[in-house]
T-cell receptor
Framework: KAGVTQTPRYLIKTRGQQVTLSCSPISGHRSVSWYQQTPGQGLQFLFEYFSETQRNKGNFPGRFSGRQFSNSRSEMNVSTLELGDSALYLC?????????????FGPGTRLLVL | GQQVMQIPQYQHVQEGEDFTTYCNSSTTLSNIQWYKQRPGGHPVFLIQLVKSGEVKKQKRLTFQFGEAKKNSSLHITATQTTDVGTYFCAGPGWTGNQFYFGTGTSLTVIP
């Protein structure tokens, strides 16, 4: 089975721009979660999508949004980028039946905001 | 909200020494999972513990889930340079509406 894939792997943007990141989960997985990882803050939960619906949301401003398509692929969008948005953005997929399941992470998208 | 803290935040050990990281949740966890993230990599699942007081071993790694299901530990015996990375505990709360990751412990092994 192919693993979780994320595109692009690296991205450089300037303040005020917007960015869209993509995540393709493992085949058969219906849940996709997004995390922001920075050296000082660890893994911060952004949101989780299941069957095209946002099921959970972390404490991030409305500039961070996402969506999930019928094939379970998910996108995350960040508008009006700020310097502090520079981070590794990870997505993780799971079957989504319960919250006891293993999370399978993608390689991440490393975003640098200048 | 629910918090999952890990101590220590950083640990440097000489190769061959033992290492332990502790995970403490502010509320009960229905299960605990451990992940390892190598430098430059992404978190990879190691193991899941479900029962109160459960202990599991994977070669040199020993995982324990506390009796109250609010804490857990990971112990590595005789560390090797391949053990370098950040270890995260994680788990869902009893309300079952979110998956919580611990703050992580970064392990450096000095050859």
């Amino acid at each position: 089975k192919a693993g979780v894939t994320q595109t692009p792997r690296y991205l450089i943007k300037t303040r005020g721009q917007q960015v869209t990141l993509s995540c393709s989960p493992i085949s058969g997985h219906r849940s996709v979660s997004w995390y922001q990882q920075t050296p000082g803050q660890g893994l911060q939960f952004l949101f989780e999508y299941f069957s095209e619906t946002q099921r959970n949301k972390g404490n991030f401003p409305g500039r961070f949004s996402g969506r999930q398509f019928s094939n379970s692929r998910s996108e995350m969008n960040v508008s009006t980028l700020e310097l502090g948005d520079s981070a590794l953005y990870l997505c993780a997929s799971s079957l989504g039946q319960t919250y006891r399941e293993t999370q399978y992470f993608g390689p991440g998208t490393r975003l640098l905001v200048l | 909200g629910q918090q999952v803290m890990q101590i220590p935040q950083y640990q440097h050990v000489q190769e061959g020494e033992d290492f332990t990281t502790y995970c403490n949740s502010s509320t009960t966890l229905s299960n605990i999972q451990w992940y390892k993230q190598r430098p430059g990599g992404h978190p990879v699942f190691l193991i899941q513990l479900v029962k109160s007081g459960e202990v599991k071993k994977q070669k040199r790694l020993t995982f324990q889930f506390g009796e109250a299901k609010k804490n857990s530990s990971l112990h590595i015996t005789a560390t090797q340079t391949t053990d370098v990375g950040t270890y995260f505990c994680a788990g869902p709360g009893w309300t079952g509406n979110q998956f919580y990751f611990g703050t992580g412990t970064s392990l450096t092994v000095i050859p």
